[in-house]
């Protein structure tokens, strides 16, 4: 597999986990629009893949456990025929409050006054 982010790799743990997963969801997202090019798409995932390599490098416990099961699900996608890629970000972000919160307008803060609200 191609290297794509030779200078991001040292780098990349000095982000925060939000972003990290933003990261990879940006190079996902980009996949989905790219499902008409297939070697576009294959590069999309190659590099969502090796930034997940870089975020799994330091975690542990059910980060890592929800990580790895993730990267499984984009290799398949790799694998088969270009498909949307929105189910995995989706997976990816609930790992997440933040991240979630981010791409879903509205603040930590106010996701969880809306989650304390629903009870």
């Known amino acids: ?4 982010h030779n200078s991001l790799e040292t780098r990349f743990s000095s982000f925060s986990t939000h972003q990290q ?3 990879v969801c940006n ?3 980009r996949a989905a629009n790219l499902r008409d090019d297939s070697v576009k798409y294959k590069g999309c995932l190659e590099r969502s893949l090796e930034l997940l390599d870089y975020f ?5 416990g059910h980060l890592l456990k929800e990580s790895l099961r993730i990267r ?4 398949e996608a790799y694998i088969s025929t270009p498909k ?3 189910e995995i970000q989706s997976l990816l972000l609930q790992m997440n409050p ?3 919160c981010m791409l879903n307008g509205r603040t930590e803060r106010e996701g969880r006054r809306m989650e ?3 009870r």
């Open 84 to 86: 949307n890629t929105k």
């Open 1 to 4: 597999m191609t290297i794509w």
């Open 27 to 29: 190079e996902l997202n």
């Open 98 to 100: 933040e991240a979630w």
């Open 116 to 118: 304390n609200a629903d």
């Open 72 to 75: 499984d699900i984009i290799a």
């Open 56 to 60: 799994m490098a330091d975690k542990k």
């Open 21 to 23: 997963i933003l990261m």
